[in-house]
Each structure stands twice: as C-alpha cells, then as structure tokens.
C-alpha cells in the first residue's frame, strides 16, 4: 500500500517518476505526488490518479527528485495529505511508506518548537524531524530523526542543492534499482523495470545513500555492503500486453504459471529438500499462515497435506494468530504470501520465530522481506501480480502446494505417477476454461443485476467458494458470502430467495451427493443456482438455472480449473456494471500496515 519512487542520474527526474508511479499504481491510487530538486525542491501533488497528475505539471527541471501514490491512513486523500510532504522551508521533501505510531506525540513537540505542520498525515513528522537535526549533513539528519521515530517506513528524502538521496526502511519494503551512472528507488520492482532488472535489497533499519555513481549502505551505524541481485522478471512481464486489465491478463497467464511453477520445481536436483516440513519423519502436525485469497490456498493446502499425507493441519489467520496461540507441536509452519509484504504475515513470522518456530515461506516475489526472515523459501512462479484482485498467484500457490506434499503422499507409486500426470495436464485443462469464456461472460451479464451472491462448496471446494465470493465482492461491489454448503441451513438461509442467487461449485468427489442434495434445499428456497460441473454432468444441470460445465480433472485438483471459472465469473460481472477493475475501490495491492 503505497508506491515509493526515487531518480537520480543524468536524466531529467520528472518523467522517469512519473513512468515508474504509473506502473506502481496498483500500490494505491487515491492521490499522488512528485518533488524534483535542483538548486530549489518544487512539489507537485493532487487526489488524482498518475495520468491525470502529469497532464497538470509543468515541465519541472531537476535530475533528482522522488514520488508517491497514497492509500490513504491518516487523513482522507486530499492534495494536502499526498505525499511528499515538506519541512517548513521546503527544501527537504520525503516521500514516506509505513505507519508513524508516536506521530502524534512527535507533532505535539514539534508544534510547541515551532513547525508548522499542514496535513493530517503522520508521515509529515518526518520532513520537520529532518530539518531539526540538520546542520550540514541530509545523512545524519535523517539517521537521527529516525532515532525518534516508532512504528514502520520506507522513505525517501531529498533535499534541495543536494546531489543525494537519503533512504531507509523499517518494516516496509524499498529497493534500489542499479542503472549506469544513475539510480532509481522504488517500493516495489515493478516501478523501475523499465529502466533496470539490478537491484539492491536493504535490509531492516538500513540507511542509504543514493547519488548517481554510487550507494553506501549503513546499517547499525556502520558502513555494511548489500549485495545486488538480477530481477527474474521483465519489463513486458509487468506490462498490460493488450489486454484491457491486467486482471484478464493475468486470468490468462495461467496456463504458463503453471507450466513455470511446475518446470521450476522439477528442475531443483532434489526437490524434497525444501518439503520435509510436509512429511519429514516424525511430523505431526502442520501449522499454516496467510491472509485474504494466500488463506484460502492455505484451506486448500489443508485438504491437500491431510488428504495425502494424512497429518492434521491447522490454518490460521495471520492476523488473528497472535490472539490465538502458539505454533503447532513440531514447531513448523508453512506461511504463504504473494507480495512477501504483508504487515500481518511478517508480524505473525516473527511470532514463530520467538517460539523457535522453523517457517517455510511460500511467496511470489523473490528478496521480498518474507523470504528473508523465513528460514526456507518455496518461490511461486506467477511473475509479477499487478491486478489488486489476486489471480495467477493463488493458481500458482496451489502449485507448489500438490508439489510440497507429493513426495510424501501416502500413495502407491502408480498412484503418484497418476497424480503427477494429472499436475501437468493443469494448463491444458485452464486452456479448455477459456474455450467456455464468452459462455462465461453472457452468463456474467445476468448475474451483475444481483446485489448479494452466496457461492458454496465442499471439501477442498470450500475453500474455492470463499474465494470465488471474494473476488466478486472486491471488484464487481456484489455483496458475495462463501460458504460450505452443508453451513447454509444453520443460518443463511433466511437470505434465500429469488434475489439472492447461490453459486454451487459441485466435485466428483465425495462431497457430490450432498452437494447435490445441497442444491434442491436451495432451490426450495427459490434462490437461483449457478452451478459448476463436469462437462459430462446431467444430474446437477437439471436442477440449477445456469450451468458452466468446467473439464474433467482429478478432484484434488479441481480447485485449480474451479477457480479460473470463478475469475472469470467475477471479471464479467464487474466489467458488466462498469467498475475499475484494476482498481478496485478502497483497495490496494501488499498490505504493509496492520
Ligand atoms: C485478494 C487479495 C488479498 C491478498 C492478501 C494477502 O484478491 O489479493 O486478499 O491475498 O492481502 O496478500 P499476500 O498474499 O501478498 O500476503
């Protein structure tokens, strides 16, 4: 939440900034801002989206300067409260990530020394902290403005007359892109693959230096050196590629994020040597963690281990875990997140860490903080998300779960080949999804007239339901309730009725008869039904009102083709009533704040 973009270099900063917060959009986009420093810092800042911001500037002359979008958290988006926000003189300008929590008290004490604050924001503290401790070094200053301030943030800071810029990170990513005789800063990689794919990690409570031709990392007060790493994905990677949305792109890049995330693993000499967490002699029990849609493969994952490995698994909210206790018997978790990022997920990993826990990261974005707290790492190969609404990295996060847990799955080896086969025929199986969209869709054009949906489902379909209902509900508005099916009578079903359809996604599993039995409850009810089936089907298709018949595969890996339809489902839907899908209101990619 929040994207952070520096320039310095030989280059004009202006459109560079502009370029690199265009692609981090998906950071926040409630309002923006630049500041360029030459001999004086000029700051350009609005509650507008990017585009809209550089129609409005002049031509800013400056070959160093620093931009934000915001997701607002104190202080609703206005002009006043986007970043960068200045110190009284307004020459040092900061553009700030994370949460201030003794902004207040800080405010207060600089108020009665005589700054002059204008926002509601807690960021604002930073600038004026900087221009109390300045005397003739922008390093020093910031280092002990940092001493004051509690709680997270990645910064950037410029000040003007200055070829440097001073940057720092405490719970709250920022990364620097290397280039020739230029560099760049950025929250997320995705801002400055455009101009480079090197990039320098800091590391927490870092202090760097940026000027053109070099960085000088300090960490705990002494020079250190961070290593720079090449970026495995591509400027067309992070890139629309004609699609309207990259939500639809990414729907699309499934296939291949399977075939990636597949021909990774396999390629690892020995692939059980990150997995004994599943099955490893003596394991009892498994712990797993994550938020949001990352939750709903972990629910997945849970049927998957107990399924095939038969031992108990416990899943857990991240951020409810801390209330909840303590880290399962054997001390070992499997924590999954796409981002890496989020503030729940890494207070939750460093809980286990304090209970001797051994965590298991299973994460999409290589460098990110989760893979480097993490004691091992399992990368999913979606290539970047940009879409808020996750997509292909829950496609792939149930990858390289069936992949954690196949090697020590209790089944005879013909079995295993079967399941390994069944693996690889995933993205043939996506591909014949797409063959049925434009059924999808006209189907979507139907549904968007409704205001509230329950999606419902059983065993390892549970889970798809939930997350079917909330990829609707965050970019089509439809207020949408996952349910396990058997759940809907103990309840909801004072809900039912004509104006309240139930999307039924039905297996050929164990569950089928009481999903079926399921259905005819529903429909008593007059609720119209939606249901996913086999293509070969009768028995459902005769009783629910609309029917989308998805490719035979397995069950345990139905969720993956289930999904795809339920993305879909809810792409259309939204596109129908016209909302900003790659946007999605009140919403924004990487939750950095608690
Ligand atoms: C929903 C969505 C969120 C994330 C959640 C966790 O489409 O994207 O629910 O899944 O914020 O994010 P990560 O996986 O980055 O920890």
């Known amino acids: 939440m929040c994207g952070i973009v520096g320039y310095i270099g030989g280059r004009q900063a202006q459109t560079i900034l502009l370029n690199c917060l265009g692609r981090l959009e998906y950071r926040g986009y409630d309002s923006c801002g630049i500041a360029v420093a030459a001999e004086h810092t000029t700051v350009f800042k609005d509650a507008v989206r990017v585009k809209a911001l550089a129609q409005t500037l002049p031509k800013l002359e400056g070959k160093t300067g620093i931009g934000h979008t915001r997701w607002a958290t104190h202080g609703e988006p206005s ?4 970043h960068p926000h200045c110190d009284c003189t307004g020459r040092i300008a900061v553009a700030h990530n994370g949460v201030i929590n003794n902004s207040q008290k800080l405010k207060q004490q600089l108020v009665s020394e005589g700054h002059l604050f204008v926002s509601e924001t807690d960021s604002e503290v930073i600038p004026h902290l900087i221009e109390k401790y300045y005397e003739d070094s922008l390093p020093k200053a910031v280092e002990a403005a940092l001493h004051e301030i509690e709680g997270s943030y990645a910064i950037v800071v410029l000040m003007e007359g200055e070829r440097e810029l001073v940057v720092a990170r405490k719970d709250s990513p920022l990364i620097i892109g290397i280039g020739d005789r ?10 400055i693959l455009d101009y480079t ?16 031709d070099e960085v000088k990392v300090r960490g705990n007060g002494v020079e250190v050196a961070r290593e720079e790493h090449k970026v495995p994905w591509t400027v067309k990677d992070a890139q629309r590629g004609g699609y309207e949305h990259f939500m639809l792109k990414e729907i699309h890049e499934q296939p291949k994020v399977v075939r990636d995330t597949l021909s990774e693993y396999i390629s690892i000499a020995q692939p059980a040597a990150d997995m004994t967490v599943v099955g490893g002699s003596g394991m009892e029990d498994i712990l797993m963690l994550a938020c949001g849609t990352s939750y709903h493969a972990a629910l997945v994952g849970k049927y998957i281990i107990e399924q095939l490995v038969k031992i ?3 899943v857990e909210i991240a951020s409810e875990f801390s209330y909840s206790g303590r880290a399962s018997a054997r001390n070992k978790a499997i924590v999954i997140s796409q981002s890496g990022e989020t503030a729940d997920v890494l207070k939750a990993i460093k809980q286990l860490k304090n209970e001797d826990c051994h965590v298991i990261a299973v994460t999409n974005v290589v ?25 292909k990295s829950f496609v792939a996060q149930l990858i390289a779960l069936y992949w954690l847990t196949l090697p020590y799955s209790r089944v005879d080896i013909r079995q295993l080949d079967e399941m390994v086969l069944g693996l690889r025929q995933l993205p043939g199986k996506i591909q014949q999804v797409f063959d049925n969209e434009e059924a999808i869709k006209s189907l979507a054009a139907e549904f968007a007239r409704f205001n509230n949906a329950f999606f419902v489902g059983r065993g390892i379909n549970y889970p798809i339901a939930l997350e079917g209902a909330l990829k609707l509900k965050e970019i089509s508005y439809i207020h949408a309730e996952g349910y396990s099916a058997g759940e809907l009578k103990h309840g909801p079903f004072a809900l039912l009725g004509p104006e ?63 999904v795809v339809v339920l993305q879909l489902l809810a792409y259309y839907t939204a596109k129908q009533r016209g909302c900003p899908i790659d946007f999605p209101r009140n919403l924004a990619k990487s939750v950095t704040v608690e």
Do not use: C, H
């Open 79 to 82: 002009m006043i409260n986007a």
């Open 182 to 191: 230029e560099n760049f800063i950025a929250s997320d990689v995705p801002a």
């Open 197 to 212: 794919s090197r990039v320098m990690y800091l590391e927490e409570g870092d202090v760097a230096v940026v000027t053109g």
């Open 312 to 314: 108990p698994v416990r």
């Open 367 to 391: 460098g990110s903080t989760v893979s480097r707290i993490a004691d091992q790492v399992v990368y999913t190969r979606a290539g970047p998300e940009i879409s808020v609404a996750a997509t």
């Open 500 to 562: 309240t359809p139930v999307v039924a996604v039905v297996a050929r599993d164990n569950t089928y008869e009481a999903m079926l039995a399921n259905i005819k409850e529903v429909k008593a009810r007059k609720s119209p039904v939606l249901a996913l089936v086999e293509d070969d089907d009768d028995e459902v298709s005769g009783l629910a009102d609309w029917i989308i018949p998805v490719p035979g595969v397995d069950a345990l890996f139905s969720p993956v083709v289930n």
